[in-house]
């Protein structure tokens, strides 16, 4: 077996091309492929937002998003007091507008550092919730309901978010991983609802999802390890 130079997958001995990378697998073919290979590298004009950096990019869409919801708390707000003469139902675009300016901010500048992001994100997304549940007369949803439900969102995103970053050959994997990921989010949900309106575990409909995603889960998984070893795809799919 041979092995891509560029990204190191398995190859086949008579493939030409790595079937994750792209890249011609040896010296003496991309000597005979150079006429497919022209075009790609013809240079191009960059335009003046493909010449900034990602930092640059990042600040560029925080100051847009930031204009924007601040723009729009601003107009609810003035609108509440014309129409109300006092802030009523404008509370919660106020509410969730800061929420979101805040979440927007953490992801632009803590993008490298994840598990700070998530930590920071998860108390602004829980002091929101707190706040709509005062909004409503403090029923006290938010601690058997809000929190929990809240708290197994941001543990499983955390759990992909890091699979991913680790997975070294990107494909199929991953949308097999997020199957998975959401098959889990579904079962942790249909759990906590049962135990705040029933008192008691009980899943429904959620085991069926569950099952569903592992099988569908598996075939990708299949194909995906497939598609790293077979660079012809009639070979694979065996027309």
Sequence with gaps: MIYCKNCGVELEE?????SLCGKPV???NSVKLDYLTSSKTSKTELTDFQKLTKNQRRKIFWEIASMILCSGILIASTINL????AITWSKYIITIGL???INITLIVFLSKRLFLLFC???LTSATLIFFLDIYTGNTGW????GIPLLLVGYIIVLFFIVVEKRTRQKGLNLIAY????SGLLCVCIDGIIS???KNCLNLDWSLTVMVSAVLVSFLLLYLHNRLKRVTDLKRFFHI
């Design 14 to 18: 008579n493939a030409n091309f790595c």
């Design 26 to 28: 040896s010296d003496k």
């Design 82 to 85: 014309v129409g109300d003469h």
């Design 99 to 101: 929420v979101l300016f």
């Design 120 to 122: 920071l994100s998860f």
């Design 142 to 145: 938010i601690k058997k309901l």
């Design 178 to 181: 997020l199957l998975i990921a």
């Design 195 to 197: 135990v705040y309106t």
